[in-house]
């Protein structure tokens, strides 16, 4: 009898153990968003999408650190991981893109748009509206879709 409680015990301990080393990771400010591209700065130049092009050309940040992406007419997937922001700004990593590859017609962003899998850090406005995505050589710029 002795024996068969200090199994049970020795269970629970180990369960509880277990448990105690689980951790929930917290939620991303990003996942779940949805953004629109409306600028992409260049060497010091910057395009400006109208309203119709940002619409197509789109950036999701799903659970699971997963990114969808619209290019223009092709549509991409990727991973993201991004650290909790300091005062809106943050690392992030984009890893490859993968798309269709359809020929979209001029103009469009979207070779541009999938470079973004060169990003480093990410910056947020206050209100959320406003997303910065920066690499090395581009800095893209997005508006929260509604």
């Known amino acids: 009898m002795m024996m ?3 199994t049970v015990l020795a269970a629970t301990a180990a369960t509880l153990a277990l ?3 689980v951790t929930v990771p917290d939620t991303h400010p990003l996942t779940g968003t949805e953004w629109q591209l409306v600028a992409i700065d260049t060497s010091g130049s910057t395009t400006t999408l109208t309203p119709a092009l940002q619409q197509r050309h789109t950036i999701a ?4 650190g997963e990114l969808q992406l619209q290019l223009d007419c092709n549509r991409g997937r990727s991973t993201w991981t991004a650290g909790q922001p300091a005062n809106g700004a943050g690392s992030i990593s984009i890893g490859p893109v993968g798309s269709t590859k359809m020929l979209c017609p001029e103009p469009s962003f979207g070779d541009e748009l999938a470079r973004v899998s060169e990003a480093q850090r990410y910056t947020t ?3 959320g509206r406003q997303l910065v ?3 090395e050589a581009l800095r893209y710029t997005f508006a929260a879709t509604e």
Do not use: N, V
């Open 4 to 6: 068969k409680r200090l």
């Open 19 to 21: 448990g105690a080393c």
């Open 61 to 64: 940040f799903q659970d699971g």
């Open 125 to 127: 406005t206050l209100d």
């Open 133 to 135: 995505i920066e690499s």
